[in-house]
């Protein structure tokens, strides 16, 4: 029996311990625990790899500041033919060497014109990296056939690298025109110019098929030619004539000659694609519709093109 006596004398003791503490106030309490450790965010994942996986304790929640936001809303709906966004990319893209105000070289060596801001745009719309090369238009089809570029936007028709290239939907009209002296055909000259291998070679042969023609490796030339009176007329993009002849000094004393059919000598120009590349075509297509709503491409088009001689394709 005395054994017992010092348990019973412990047990009283915890007991009445116990009720102390079921009596003392919170912050009694409060004050007696430890200080408690400070909030981390959850670790990156290159950072959990690198602790590995020996930490038994579980991992401290962040606070309400760092959890995740909410799921977004649902994305909003694309406009109408826009192509769903695409994978990051990179493309190469052809345009002419030396086609003002189509694509030019700058004064600080920028390149400039409307197929380049036109590239540009679609470019941002594919969500991919362009690297814009420029090409003399004769050298587009081995371009395309080495590989060296994706697409090119370089005012072509279908009918000047048709069978060798796919092409998109078209992206502007442009008109042609015949460009005649103002005081009449030099006597005993009766051949007309154009450019070899260019849209309006072949409309030359269409509309007027009674005329001689002589073909031309550059525009440059047949300008020189037709000022020095070896020509009876041109036919070109009424753009370029307008604006590489007729507003110079060498082109005062000529004019455009007024045509039955003015309609018959424009041109929609389309994008070149790689043949067969199918997904990109049609990827372009949609990006295309895009812009062509866009007020992007008025401003574009204003900006480059004369209004009264180049328009939207669908106009």
Known sequence: MPKLAPLA?????ALTF????ALAPAATLAQAAPPAAPTEAAP???AAAAEGSSASTAPVAA????QPPAASPAAAPRLPGAAAAPEPRELRVGVLDNAPPFSSRGRFGNRDGFDVDIALALCSRLNATCTITPFAAEDLAAAFDERRIDFAVATLTPARLDGKVDFTNPYVRIAGRFVVPSAGVPEGVDAWGVVAGSAQAEDFVRVEPQRAVSLYATAEEMWIDLSLGRLAG???PAIMARRDFLAT???EGFRFEQTADPEALSRTAAIAVRQGN???RSAIDGALADLLAAPEYADILSRHLDGD????PST
């Open 9 to 13: 004398l412990a047990a009283s003791l």
């Open 18 to 21: 116990a009720g102390a503490l």
């Open 44 to 46: 990156s994942a290159g």
């Open 63 to 66: 606070p309400e500041s760092a």
């Open 234 to 236: 041109v036919l070109a």
């Open 249 to 251: 000094p060498i082109g």
């Open 278 to 280: 199918d997904a990109l």
């Open 309 to 312: 001689l180049a328009e939207p």
